[in-house]
């Protein structure tokens, strides 16, 4: 479980659930306003908890299932205009063989982030669709609005990303009047304002000063550096050298050759659904370069639509250069064996769960653990909710707290707090793993 985000939803996620209050969250007892996000995430968080216990396995669930979501919906939008398996493929593929995607905060992390990749691609897809199709174009602009609706309920603000690279594509493809004039499109954005607006209205409402904190850290906090979150300031150019050098790897490599290839070797007009997406794109990345917050996971939405790019651009190599077809295959068939042996290999970080759970089939049933804790770590209360739905009872204290004494059964996730510790109290070592200890107290200085 890691430090922030992941641990602080899995608790909020945890505590909505436990007191079956959907609309107002809540963090360790308190009113949340370190989240300030609308609770589609959390939601989810906690509906797969009710289903798989309050595990790590649980609360990651919903990002793993919208990352396979979005991959799906690439090979759905592939196929629509390729008409082929195969090419439709090369997309999904890309994107679940992405260095950053598979990270943290994103495909495999309790966070936001994965499921607001997926409705900011699933609204630009329906935009898209709306723009093309010439019986049912209303119905897929609402859907696009729902989608934009889920969007925003899931990370506030954020989940508007993508909407000027959707007015551009529709200026662009000349089908601006047409999609707008829609009474899909006019319900649509009653629906949106409502549903949104109502939320915050309401929030407002039940948890004072609300709205102004989310003004403050979510839009001010993007315009403005938050230096908390990111202290040191970044270029406008920050998310592209870093998907070049490290978060889109290797695909990443792929892309300017395959481009000025795609360039001098295409016959054909490019298609609609690459010139949608490469406003999609613009609008995405340039709104994240204009952030003065960048924290490196936000490049999150971005990951769809670069590899619906180099995908597609792909497919349309391989439909007009029939020849370099099975050249193309191989490559991505290798590249693709290839990142999938390298991301099974990435070492797991289990070493405080692990103490902790020796810590109890060492002590006896009816101790109570005491963790001795300094910092802001929501990992230790994670864990200690966790245990605690097992019948193991634990405490988070400081190394001076009145209630420890000989006998005592102590974790020090760190070797600072390790060492407060032990100027206090004589302790047999009982368990160690990296930076984590676990003591039994055996007498006091």
């Known amino acids: 479980m890691h430090m922030w985000d992941e641990s602080s939803y899995a608790i909020t996620a945890y505590d909505m659930l436990k007191r079956n209050e959907w609309i107002q969250t809540y963090f360790l007892g308190e009113p949340d306003l370190y989240n300030t996000k609308p609770p589609f995430a959390l939601w989810c968080m906690a509906a797969s908890i009710r289903m798989f216990g ?11 299932l919208a990352a396979l979501a979005t991959a799906i919906l690439l090979f759905v939008l592939g196929f629509h205009h390729f008409r082929n398996q195969w090419k439709a493929i090369f997309a999904p593929i890309i994107l679940l063989t992405a260095n950053g995607y598979l990270g943290e905060h994103i495909a495999t992390t309790a966070d936001t982030d994965a499921i607001l990749a997926f409705w900011i691609t699933l609204y630009g897809a329906c ?16 859907a696009g609005f729902i989608a934009l609706t889920l969007a925003c309920f899931t990370k506030g603000p954020a989940g508007l990303l993508a909407v000027p690279g959707i007015v551009l594509w529709f200026i ?46 979510e839009i001010m906090g993007r315009i403005t550096q938050q230096e908390f979150l990111d202290p040191v300031p970044k270029s406008f150019w920050y998310y592209l050298i870093e998907l070049v050098k490290s978060r889109f790897v290797p695909w990443s490599w792929l892309t300017i050759p395959l481009i000025v290839l795609y360039l001098f070797a295409k016959k054909n007009a490019m298609p609609p659904i690459l010139k949608a997406t490469i406003c999609y794109l613009v609008s995405i990345a340039g709104l994240l370069g204009l952030s003065a917050t960048k924290p490196f996971w936000y490049d999150a939405p971005l990951y769809p639509w670069i590899a619906a790019c180099i995908g597609w651009i792909l497919a349309s190599l391989s439909q007009e250069q029939p020849k370099a077809s099975k050249l193309i295959g191989i490559t991505v068939c290798i590249i693709t064996i290839i990142q999938v042996i390298l991301q099974l290999q990435k070492p797991i970080q289990t070493n405080l769960k692990n103490t902790w759970q020796m810590a109890y089939n060492h002590m006896p049933q009816k101790d109570t653990l005491y963790i001795v804790n300094m ?38 996730p760190k070797q600072a707090r390790s060492h407060d510790l032990q100027q206090l109290f004589e302790v047999d070592t009982i368990f160690t793993d990296n930076d984590c200890y676990l003591y039994r107290i055996t007498k006091t200085k």
């Not at 309050?54 to 793993?64: C, D, G, I, W």
């Open 54 to 64: 309050f595990t790590e396995f649980a609360v990651r669930l919903p990002s793993a």
């Open 127 to 142: 935009f898209y669709i709306a723009s093309q199709h010439q019986t049912r174009h209303s119905y897929y602009a609402f």
């Open 172 to 217: 662009w493809s000349k089908q601006f009047k047409r999609v707008i004039r829609t009474k899909g499109f006019i319900l649509g954005v009653f629906f949106f304002i409502a549903v949104i607006g109502g939320y915050y209205f309401y929030r407002n409402h039940t948890t004072p000063n609300y709205l102004a904190t989310v003004i403050h850290y």
């Open 375 to 412: 910092d802001f770590d929501f990992r230790l209360n994670f864990y200690q909710k966790q245990f605690e739905t097992k019948g193991m009872l634990s405490r988070i204290v400081k190394p001076n707290h009145p209630n420890l004494q000989v006998g005592n059964w102590v974790i020090c």
